[in-house]
């Protein structure tokens, strides 16, 4: 089993696992934080689901009448909690994601000679977007796995070293937000389609990449 297949066993439901997933949470740190942080969201919304909707002293057609609006008051209250959960939250479990992300490809790190560029615009475009020219080189492109959609995965060899961008144009964010996670010292962009995570192995100034990424990208119809 992969990370992504067990994120998405986890994310369905963290309280029951199957025999694959289990094994697999065993014998992955990584895995077992990500599953520590579904549980903690069903941990909340769970009471939200086993609100009480009438008493014993009730006449049963007042049960049956209330029995709609109680459903509907419980998840109402579901609805937002999660609601909170995605607007305190979403920030730091796509960090996080990230970081995992790029921790499982170290390689991307090895080479700094300029990625071809017929395969870097097969990357871009298969996600619906093109880079443009000039602009840091790219060392490194892969169309890989996140959160459920497909991302071009970049290395940029930056003036202080080579830095990571994931170009995600399903993953939107709110504002600009610094994060630091597995090591690795990054920031999270919203741009005109989505978001981009931008984020090396060692702290240095990232808004030369962002900058230069942000302005080379193009949106295709």
């Known amino acids: ?3 992504e297949e067990f994120e998405l066993a986890a994310g ?4 029951s696992l199957s025999e694959q997933a289990a094994e ?9 934080q990500y599953h520590a942080e579904m ?8 009471p939200a689901l086993r609100i009480p909707v009438e008493t014993p002293r009730s006449p049963a057609r007042m049960r049956a009448r209330m029995w709609p609006y109680g459903i509907a008051a419980a998840f109402a209250l579901a609805a937002a909690l999660v609601a909170t959960f995605l607007t305190v939250y979403p920030q730091d479990a796509l960090a996080h994601a990230v970081a995992m992300h790029v921790e499982r490809e170290p390689q991307e790190f090895a080479s700094s000679a300029p990625e071809d560029p ?10 619906g977007v093109q880079m443009l020219p000039g602009g840091p080189s790219v060392s490194y492109a892969r169309s890989c796995p996140l959160r459920g959609h497909t991302v071009p995965h970049l290395v940029v060899q930056s003036s202080q070293g080579p830095v990571v961008v994931l170009v ?3 993953e939107s964010v709110p504002s600009r937000r610094a994060f630091n996670d597995h090591g690795y010292h990054g920031v999270l962009i919203p741009t005109a389609r989505g978001s981009l995570a931008v984020l090396s192995a060692d702290p240095q100034n990232l808004d030369e990449v962002v900058s230069a990424v942000e302005s080379r990208i193009h949106y295709l119809d």
Request: with cysteine; net charge positive; proline share 5%.
């Open 1 to 3: 089993m992969t990370h």
């Open 12 to 15: 369905a439901d963290p309280t």
């Open 24 to 32: 697999h949470l065993a014998r992955c740190p990584q895995c077992a």
């Open 39 to 46: 549980l903690k969201l069903e941990a909340r919304l769970g």
């Open 118 to 127: 017929a395969g870097l615009a097969r990357v871009m475009t298969d996600a």
């Open 168 to 170: 995600m144009t399903h």
